[in-house]
């Protein structure tokens, strides 16, 4: 974050403390996570506002013809651009430039992002080459942070892959040296190839021993919880996001901070991750199933009425 957040000493250990007798002050389990809205516009394809607790975020999802790297001239363009501003935390100060460490935050979600969708194979960047090396789709998704609670990294992700599933791009068709790009009035748009669902889930860590005997691995009695809220990610130890798809491929790993984890671990994180993946994925098909039906249903309704005429 830009500015620190600072915790009184009654107030860290009163969180610890419930911590360890499995209690979280907003009432939930350590490996539960927070409820989670998702809610499509119904007006444009690609733009999604996704809602953790009192984490909220917003991505659309743009296209665009342009050229291709010269170096993978048979491929599309993927881009990821976030954008953490006082709006949904005064810990954030606006302006990349003024603050090194707020640019690094936004670096590290786009990076952790990107890596989770394109480095996966999640979106089929061959599939947006349009004519190789000379024009291909370009797609960049434009994160907002709107209000912060913790937990940016997860709920960035299913925002990103939820805005690309909901996207839609121009049908086009190429004639001779001429590309056409039809209208979506003339032809109805066309989704993106998305191979599969990548979700990323981060785990925090606290130790309620010293840190010698963590360092010694005499005692492993840490402390996991995912979907951290504000206070809780602040006092965490380390992290590591763990970033899988429902046919349970472990598509990224990343841990950060000086606490000691047991490779036994990391293992029993991944089984719980595994559980959540699956639910988080069934829950953005349903939401998807359902903004589709009524997209269908209110074209019957808009064609009777003119038949009807």
Known sequence: MARDYDISNNEKEFV??????????????????R??????????????????????????????ISKPYDERPFEGIFQISTEISPICSPFFESGQTSNS?????????????EKAIRRSNALDLESLCIIAGSKCWSIRADLQFLNFDGNFIDISCIAVITALLHF??????????????????????TPLSILHIPICVTFQFYNPNDNEENIKGDLN????????????????????????????????????????????????????????????????????????EQRKSGMESELQVVNDR
């Open 221 to 292: 009695n840490e402390l996991i919880l995912i979907d951290s809220n504000l206070i809780e990610e602040r006092l965490s130890l380390g992290s590591m996001t763990l970033t899988l798809n429902k046919n349970k491929e472990l598509c990224q790993m990343l841990k950060s901070g000086g606490l000691n984890i047991d490779a036994a671990l990391i293992i029993n994180c991944c089984s719980v991750a595994s559980k959540l993946v699956d639910d988080l994925t069934t829950k953005i098909q349903k939401v998807l199933k359902a903004d589709e």
């Open 35 to 64: 409820d989670i809205s998702i809610v499509v516009s119904k007006d444009e394809y690609g733009y999604v506002e996704v809602t953790m607790g009192k984490t909220k975020v917003g991505c659309r999802v743009t296209a665009e």
């Open 101 to 113: 460490k707020q640019s690094a935050d936004e670096v590290l979600i786009s990076r952790l992002i």
């Open 16 to 33: 610890l403390e419930a911590l360890k007798q499995n209690l979280r002050l907003d009432g939930r389990k350590l490996l539960q996570m």
């Open 168 to 189: 839609r791009k121009p049908d086009l068709e190429i004639d001779g040296d001429q590309l056409i790009v039809f209208d979506t009035n003339q032809r109805d748009p």
